[in-house]
């Protein structure tokens, strides 16, 4: 069966929030709940516009996936889209959700004129460790490096 995916409305904020208490890579956000996941989840939906896109999967009429992407608008250059967020529940792994995510976004990218698409992928992740997104074309930038100043 193939995940059906469609644009994330305020309807999926508690569905979202269940989903991210399922992932094995933040049990910080298990140990949340979440009754204290889903005023997060919903400001962010709150704030969806135009340089920002929420796609949720679903499986049976299930939310089992979402994915964020803001659309990166340069002065000098084609705009690109960068994915922030890609996460599937942990029960429906290896059911191709992810994998339909990355198309939707990609088709997307493609109607937006998009030069390219980015993301991070820490090396600790199981998606990093077992070549998810390499599996799907992406390539690592050896030209880049991350560079991050924290504000708190």
Not at 89 to 113: I, K, M, N, P
Not at 144 to 152: C, G, Q, T, Y
Request: proline letters at 3%.
């Amino acid at each position: 069966m193939t995940a059906h995916i469609r644009a994330a409305t305020l309807a999926d904020t508690h569905a979202i929030a269940e989903l991210l208490c399922n992932v094995d890579d933040y049990p910080q956000w298990k140990r949340r709940g979440v009754d204290a996941l889903e005023p997060l989840v919903r400001k962010s939906l709150e704030r969806n516009h135009l340089e920002r896109s929420v796609l949720v999967a679903e499986l049976d009429s299930r939310v089992v996936g979402y994915a964020a992407v803001y659309w990166v608008n340069y002065l000098f250059n084609s705009p690109e889209g960068y994915v922030t967020e890609l996460f599937v529940r942990t029960d429906a792994s290896g059911r191709g959700v992810g994998t339909a995510l990355l198309e939707a976004v990609e088709q997307e990218a493609r109607v937006r004129a998009c030069r390219r698409l980015t993301l991070i992928n820490l090396k600790d992740r199981e998606s990093y460790k077992r070549g998810f997104y390499a599996a799907r074309g992406w390539t690592e930038d050896p030209n880049a490096m991350r560079f991050v100043k924290s504000l708190e």
